[in-house]
């Protein structure tokens, strides 16, 4: 059968390479419909409780996806005249920045006083150029006084603020729509530098985020994606030492890599940063096909024999290994849709279109091209085929030893995988090549705080937050996460009405409490809302029916197991204080991003048990036997527990994309495996040998070819790690060291298995 199909392929070259041509151009037709998505929504884990939370809060109460910028002195404090005014002139700037819904600020905070127990709003600070030293002093003091902007919006020792502008878009085009806001403030900032080069001017926020991706990707993709195709193409010409080798594998990538991101552009559009992975793991992976092709069209050119009859045989061989490993390899990204975040099933669909394409454009395509020419075969053939071997015979002669010191080494070094934490930070996602967006936010949290705190939303029983009861279990939520050492600010309703309270009675301490009587709370909270200016008002903490508040805490900055253990004790708090279901759980970036690695663990944990248990299920029914089956799980899920091991024992930290290494390193690293059996069951089954015989035939016709592949898929991997979004770093070098590892694996004890259950 696969001798009559090999025949035909070349019997049918022309039409099968006008069809692939075809394939081709109706999948990259599809790029026009790939657009990026800036949007860190994208990365919340879906059907958790922290994501319901976050879109309930969004729905409830006005946007808070915002652009932080921060103003620093290194001397004194930011109470100067010339700094007050700049701080006021930025603060009136900012409002005229594109889709702003709101500018808090030092200068413009709503500031509270009672004249004949009227109650008075304004701003905390106007026309600071005409202000004398004993005014700035007087504020200076009364800032320490107002607990609402005190460690909030101005440092405790008063040598930083901030200017806060809260952005709302249509989100039609959302990297126009940030690029528009987030250029606008560059603009501001830049005068300020010029007049003032002795502040420090730094920017975050969400928004700045979203608004870095996108021309992050568009920078860096048109020199990493040839770096790559230059360095695995390198690699595979001083491994396979043949021209037409190099460019026969370098138009299958082209092909296979720019049909896979066209399909993503028919079937979904929308892409993020980890996209990047799949034009780079295609190329990779259509490489694998091509050597395997050209390794056996090669020994077979070195007999003799012609060019068509070597490439018919070369598919004879092939056809069968590398439709299974297309599958297998399709399974374990297919796997990914099981990923709770959307951008990751992007990704899995993307290299799963790619592995396809790359397997149809090699048979049909490059195997019938390459049977029109006499292609001349690279002269260490020979000595190829004689490294294999020798390390076969290593294998064979030596299976116990290698079987026990493999097993010993491999379990030791699993015993690190506990060691592993999951972590990560979306302030930690680019290079400071690109940006000092990571720098600038340790530096603005060493000063004031986490730019990134925590929200929850408190609902009254009464569907009144005025509601007497309801204030009191507010305030004690909030005196409870003030006492909290991870806390350094806590934003709360309860604050402004006894603010309120105590400014009504003159300014007594003792009226600074809740008040007794809902109507009051009612008519205070009313007047506070009249009074504040336009553009200030309590929609971003307050529901519209004001059934509900929001109370917002600035942590210290912390890993992601900090996080949860900080969570933890909240929600212990929670439900031995608070009446069930007044409090959501907490929402934000700080608490989605600590959340994701644990959800991704369980999904793609899950993910890699039903991918693995459908490869199995493919192997066992493509070479029919169960046995042997079983027999390739043990090199194709090892080498991933080992990675781990290796990685908890030097690295530790994991992040979300080094967890996605887990199940797509097993879609590659099964493909080893595969070669090894089919050539191991060609010899078996059709040759007569017996199994030490085999083991050696298997590694003289793919050994070689193996390792080469390990190189060029590390090499290729090893690209990532110039990319600018540092996530792929972990990825690269966790498949990396797993390719390696199962390299290992498959040659040395892969073999002794066979030897000890495979001896009839």
Not at 100 to 110: A, C, E, G, I, P
Not at 158 to 173: A, E, G
Not at 362 to 379: D, G, Y
Not at 544 to 569: H, W
Request: proline content about 4%.
């Amino acid at each position: 059968m696969l001798a009559w199909m090999s025949k035909k392929i070349i019997e049918l070259r022309l039409i099968l390479i006008g069809c692939s041509i075809l394939l081709l151009v109706g999948s990259v037709a599809g790029i026009k419909y790939v657009s990026f998505s800036p949007d860190m929504e994208n990365f919340f884990p879906e059907n958790h409780p922290v994501t319901d939370a976050h879109m309930i809060m969004d729905e409830t109460f006005t946007t808070t996806d915002n652009l932080l910028i921060a103003i620093g002195v290194n001397e004194g404090t930011i109470f100067k005249r010339d700094v007050l005014s700049v701080i006021e002139n930025l603060t009136e700037k900012s409002w005229s920045t594109p889709h702003s819904v709101r500018v808090d600020s030092l200068t413009n905070f709503s500031y509270v006083s009672s004249v004949n127990d009227d109650l008075r709003v304004e701003p905390f600070i106007e026309n600071a150029i005409t202000l004398d030293e004993k005014a700035i002093l007087l504020k200076e003091e009364l800032i320490e006084k107002e607990p609402l902007a005190y460690g909030s919006i101005i440092s405790k020792d008063k040598k930083t603020t901030i200017v806060n502008i809260l952005v709302d878009s249509p989100r039609v085009n959302i990297q126009k729509e940030y690029g528009e806001t987030v250029e606008y403030v560059l603009s501001l900032l830049e005068e300020i530098k010029k007049e003032h080069p002795d502040l420090e001017i730094k920017l975050s926020g969400i928004i700045y985020v979203e608004y870095l991706s996108p021309r992050i990707i568009s920078e860096q993709m048109p020199i990493l994606v040839p770096c790559l195709f230059l360095v695995i193409l390198t690699s595979l010409f001083f491994l396979v030492r043949s021209i037409p080798a190099v460019i026969g594998s370098l138009v299958v990538i082209i092909f296979s890599a720019s049909s896979a991101v066209g399909i993503t552009g028919w079937t979904s559009g929308l892409v993020t940063q980890p996209f990047v992975m799949v034009p780079i793991l295609v190329t990779t992976l259509a490489v694998a096909d091509c050597v395997h092709l050209f390794s056996l069209y090669f020994r077979r050119l070195d007999e003799g024999v012609g060019s068509k009859e070597s490439m018919i045989y070369s598919l004879k061989l092939n056809i069968q290994p590398l439709f299974i490993t297309t599958i297998t390899t399709a399974i374990g990204f297919l796997s990914l849709n099981l990923a709770p975040v959307e951008p990751i099933r992007t990704v899995g669909n993307g290299i799963f279109f790619g592995v396809i394409l790359a397997f149809l454009f090699t048979i049909f395509f490059l195997a019938p091209l390459c049977s029109f020419f006499n292609i001349k075969a690279p002269k260490k053939t020979n000595s190829q085929k004689e490294l294999a071997r020798k390390i076969g015979e290593f294998s064979v002669n030596n299976s116990k030893k290698l079987f026990w010191s493999v097993s010993s080494i491999s379990i030791l070094l699993m015993l690190f995988i506990p060691f592993n934490t999951l972590n990560d930070s979306p302030m930690e996602f680019y290079s400071k090549k690109v940006t000092n967006l990571t720098e600038d936010t340790k530096w603005l949290s060493e000063r004031l705080g986490g730019t990134f705190p925590v929200s929850y939303q408190l609902t009254s029983q009464k569907e009144s937050i005025s509601d007497p009861e309801f204030l009191i279990y507010l305030e004690r939520f909030t005196n409870w996460l003030e006492e909290k050492e991870e806390v350094i600010h806590v934003h709360s309703l309860s604050t402004i009405m006894k603010n309120l309270n105590s400014t009504l009675h003159s300014d007594n301490p003792e009226w600074y409490k809740i008040p007794a009587e809902e109507d009051l709370s009612a008519q205070y909270l009313f007047f506070y809302e009249m009074s504040l200016p336009f553009g200030l008002d309590l929609n971003t903490t307050l529901s519209q029916d004001r059934s509900s508040t929001k109370l917002i805490a600035s942590l210290k900055e912390m890993g992601a197991e900090d996080y949860k253990k900080f969570d933890k004790e909240v929600q212990t708090y929670l439900q031995e204080n608070m009446p069930k279901e007044m409090v959501s759980a907490g929402s934000g970036l700080r608490s989605m991003f600590a959340f994701m690695g644990e959800t991704m663990a369980t999904q793609l944990t899950f993910a890699l048990t039903i991918g693995a248990l459908l490869i199995l299920l493919t192997i066992v029914l493509s070479f029919r036997s169960i046995k042997l089956g079983l027999l390739t799980s043990i090199p194709n899920l090892l080498p991933i527990g080992i990675a781990f091991g290796v990685w908890g024992l030097i690295i530790e930290e994991v992040s979300f994309l080094v967890l996605l290494g887990m199940t797509t390193t097993l879609g590659i690293i099964v493909d080893f495996t595969v070669h090894i059996l089919s050539k191991y069951l060609l010899g078996r089954r059709e040759m007569g040998l017996n199994t030490s015989e085999a083991i050696i035939f298997a590694f003289e016709s793919v050994g070689f070819a193996l390792i080469v592949l390990t190189i060029i898929l590390s090499a290729g991997f090893l690209v990532l790690l110039f990319a600018y979004f540092i996530p792929l770093h972990g990825f690269a070098l966790f498949s990396v060291l797993a390719f390696f590892i199962a390299l290992i694996v498959d040659l040395l004890l892969f073999p002794a298995l066979l030897l000890s259950f495979d001896k009839k």
